[in-house]
């Protein structure tokens, strides 16, 4: 009859792209009340009690300072993140804060970026050794003086500290996440790659 008929693609309705949530990452720095000799030894890293902890939570985009008295918020922080990225997170820092609560918290979601370290290379390496040679960032070496803030109640110094570590795990973690690489210095002096797997991690989406 000479008319036109419409294509099926004509008439459907334009789809709104769908939205794709872009992954909760928290990061954690702690610091404790005690230290290892006061409590009998590492073994008993559930007897340190929380100091003060600062997290970085992507989806907020900013830091929260936490106390043994707020840990409750902490826990459920941790608990609401698909990843939790710290340093030595599964065996210090959740050591530390496994007595707040009945949850598991070594079954959450973990980056734990000396694990990585330590499975790539099979030794161990401080966050400060990992940032100088990756970021060529002097990390202080202050933790030595935490516990002696703690017992003369300067708790906003721990916080400042807390928060610059935190920020140098975050850098860390983000060069890794570009590059798939980060540094260190061997033995010979030499400065030499490890490879990590962190690009779900960048902040550059």
Known sequence: VGEAVPTFASLAEPVAPRHVRAPRLVYLVL?????????GGWQHKHLLGLGVAV???TSEGRMQVYTAETVA???ASLQAADLVIGFNTRDFDYQVLQPYTEATLATLPT???LDDVQQVLGFRLSLRHLVRETLAVERPD???QTLAWYQAGDR???VQQCQRDLTLLRDLVQAGARTGTIFYRDQAGVRTAVPVHWQRCSDER
């Open 111 to 113: 980056l734990a970026v």
């Open 73 to 75: 918020a902490l826990l």
């Open 142 to 144: 202050d933790s030595v």
């Open 55 to 57: 997290t970085y939570d």
């Open 31 to 39: 610091s404790t009340q005690h230290s290892a000799e006061a409590v």
């Open 156 to 158: 906003e110094r721990i």
